[in-house]
């Protein structure tokens, strides 16, 4: 049974206490006008018994998450505040552990993966930062990963972690700071910028990346679009004010100046433009890879679109038919193997795959074999990785001991990513599945779970656990496991009308190309 405790007094640390499977999850307030440097959390049997400090240093967030890995196990819990000396603790609170349905494990899991875009998100602006312990600045904040944001306050709403009122007026303050306080070029948002300030924060040094960027701007719209079908009430003005911005921010998006039809056959959407380097990074933006929605948005934008012939003669060019054969499973395209799984998840944490076929394949069938080949190859582990099985497989990109890399059955270094076999759950549910309750039951206590669900990456053969979390590894979990269970992004972001015309005007252009 769970049991939940709070503290009340205001003077003090406001402390709250949820019970899961294997864990029990604290949230707290801080005393009223405390300024605090870190926190220590405090563990006992029972009320009256001995505490024991369970963090080694400071703890920096208000959230932690006790993952014990047995249920039926009642604790006791307090923290303190560090300032110049530790605060008189918070009054003590309990919970149990108890043994959850795949059903309340799943919730569990979305609900962990949620805060991340609601409690670590940047204060100021609401906005989703890039990364947790990975040493980002806490200012910096990611355009993809807010997308990502916005459709994942849709589920804290729609899963009761927040209110519809709270999650309507976060959306107002997210909107209103991509609107009025972010630098865009041409309408596009950088990969990076301020969360406090909205200025542009380079993406790399040295590397020309400090101004638009269009596929991670996609990401947004693709959020924009969620979030104007959700917040559907026209008689509530919060939610009237989030259709009216993300209606606005939506229609200023310059998709054809990205064609950079002054200098290029205008075929290809052009991935960066900055107004100190102008195109100097040349990146056109060709399949397939993660970056379909690109193209479908510009081809649906009803204020700066591309023609329709351009999801043919760009982004579905050459190289992008496969047709080849791994482990037994048809690849239709992409990269053989398949490439890293994140190809497969964020073009279609809002458009449906399953209502889209072109000349090439059904891309729900596609991405459902491109799974079962990433899969398939991590039982196969030619390369003889600890751990890798039926139940240990995904690769994506990820974090790993050595720094990031975007990790595939062309380039395993023996790390295994979560977000990749979780975010394949609506493709290959049974799989998936079996691998996320495998992961949390086998690893959880061993350093796979922390305070916002799954950390990032893992690699048994050295041993290593990330410690901390990327905003665009942690949105695929949440927001594919909906889709799985209910639909809710892929139905509100199809939803749109803007989205059929598309699919419409691409089918038309096919058929052309085709009596041509």
Known sequence: MKMIGTTKAKEQIILTATGHDSRIDLKWEPAAGSVSQGYNIYRSTSAEGTFEKLNSSPHQIMIYSDFFGQNNQTYYYYVTSLTDKESKPSKIVSAGSYQMNDG?????IQEAAFRYFWDYAHPVSGLTREGYQFGHEDDCCTSGGTGMGLMAICIG?????????????????????LDKQT????????????GATGQTIAFAENSNDDGGDLVETAYVAQGLLTVRQYFDNRYDSIETNVRSIATSLWETIEWDWYR???????????????????????M?????????????????????????SCYYDGWAGSDYAN??????????????????????HYSNLG?????????????????????????????ENPKNFAGYSDLVWGLTASWDPWGYDAHSPTNDNGTITPTAAISAMPYVPIESIATLKHFYHTYG????????????????????????????????????????????????????????????????????????
């Open 104 to 108: 309340q494990l799943l919730t569990s």
């Open 157 to 177: 709403a729609e899963r009761g972690f927040i209110s519809r009122k709270k999650a309507a007026q976060r959306i107002v303050k997210m909107l209103t700071f």
């Open 183 to 194: 630098t865009r070029h041409h309408g596009a948002w950088p990969h990076w910028f301020n």
């Open 260 to 282: 950079r039809l002054e200098d290029t056959d205008g075929k290809h959407l052009y991935w960066h433009w900055s107004p100190n380097y102008g195109w100097h990074m040349n």
């Open 284 to 308: 056109p933006i060709v399949g397939y890879n993660e970056c379909m929605i690109t193209y479908l948005l510009a081809i649906a934008s009803p204020t700066h679109p591309i023609p329709a």
């Open 323 to 344: 047709g080849e054969t791994f482990y037994g499973h048809k690849q239709f395209v992409s990269l053989d193997y398949g490439g890293p799984l994140f190809f497969t």
């Open 351 to 379: 458009f449906d795959p399953r209502q889209w076929s072109d000349k090439f394949c059904n891309y729900f069938d596609s991405s459902r074999n491109i799974s079962l080949i990433n899969r398939d190859y991590c039982i």
């Open 445 to 516: 206590a061993k350093g796979l779970w922390g305070p916002f669900g799954f950390t990032d990456s893992f690699n048994l053969k050295e041993d290593w656990f990330a410690k901390g979390y990327v905003a665009i590894d942690q949105g695929p979990i949440l927001i594919m496991i909906e889709n799985y269970r209910s639909g809710l992004c892929w139905d509100l972001f199809m939803a749109n009308p803007e989205i059929k015309w598309m699919m419409a005007d691409i089918k038309k252009a096919e058929n052309k190309n085709s009596a041509d």
